[in-house]
């Protein structure tokens, strides 16, 4: 039946070196008539944080307060329980592996080997801090619960320069408590290489350069592209294992009125081996 302000508060604290963390305030009541004035300092261990906190108020009341706060967890790959001083149950989470998959199943089998040292972009684009360790695995807490999150294999972190993900990223919707395992497989990739070659009618061949090359699946997805330089040499560099058709561009195979093997089957290796000597041959029509 009727509005009014009965209690007064401002709160202020401030993070320190060290783990500390500081906070005062003040307090009023309308309805008491008291005013209670209030102090605290908090050091976070790791594992476990301690708070030591105090009020005195206008009545004489003093209040002294000790608190220890812990939170448990246990990693679902390993089963190794772990503390942290910040809260978990209300948080999502999730273990992340990276490995070298051989077979190209998506699944670690037996002896394929980890990918340690990795990192890992989330959301929009930020780094998370963190490294897998020498199994390959990472433990990435408090996910923010009920939105979608990305988590997505940082390709810069690889430590040999012929991996690659095999996957863009994963989408995960966290939930408060539940620990989601995510698997990143990484491929080895090869280097193509060639020349592009000009055929005259005695059958004297030339490099040519500047003629556009593309690396495209057996349904026509793109997956490279690259020029020729002046002597009609080329380099796909990070191609991914499995079938494959090199081809000159159809848009300037049309332009220029060329003609001959304008294409080829390739069957990329899985082991990073050079794919070399992939020549192409190309004549001009005639009018």
């Excluded at 976070?44 to 939170?71: D, H, I, N, P, T």
């Excluded at 089998?109 to 020498?134: I, K, Q, W, Y």
């Excluded at 592009?196 to 490279?224: F, K, M, N, P, S």
Aim: glycine share 12%.
């Amino acid at each position: 039946p009727e509005m009014a302000a009965r209690t007064y508060a401002i709160t202020a604290d401030q993070n320190l070196a060290g783990g500390y963390r500081v906070n005062g305030g003040i307090l009023h009541s309308t309805v008491a008539g008291s005013t209670q004035l209030s102090a605290g300092v908090s050091k976070s261990f790791g594992g476990f944080a301690v708070a030591l906190s105090g009020g005195y108020s206008s009545k004489r009341e003093l209040v002294l307060g000790l608190q220890v706060f812990m939170a448990l967890g246990r990693e679902p790959r390993s089963g190794a329980w772990f503390a942290e001083a910040q809260p978990l149950a209300g948080s999502g989470a999730a273990s992340v592996q990276a490995f070298v998959d051989k077979n190209m199943n998506g699944t670690r089998d037996p002896g394929e080997e980890p990918v340690p040292n990795a990192g890992f972009l989330m959301g929009s684009g930020g780094r998370h801090p963190g490294r897998t360790n020498s199994e390959g695995q990472l433990f990435i807490q408090r996910l923010t619960p009920g939105q979608y999150t990305d988590i997505a294999l940082d390709a810069s972190t690889l430590e040999d320069p012929q991996w690659k993900p095999s996957v863009k990223g994963v989408r995960v919707l966290p939930r408060p408590g539940l620990v989601q395992t995510i698997e990143f497989p990484v491929v080895y990739t090869a280097e193509v290489e060639g020349t592009v070659y000009l055929v005259d009618q005695q059958g004297r061949r030339r490099g040519i350069g500047d003629a556009r090359l593309e690396l495209v699946t057996e349904d026509g997805e793109l997956l490279a592209t690259t020029r020729s330089s002046p002597d009609g040499y080329y380099l796909l560099h990070q191609v991914t294992p499995g079938p494959a058709v090199l081809r000159i561009a159809p848009e300037q195979a049309a332009k220029l009125r060329l003609k001959g093997a304008l294409s080829r089957r390739l069957n990329v290796p899985g082991d990073g081996e050079f794919l070399s000597g992939q020549d192409i041959e190309l004549q001009i029509a005639a009018h």
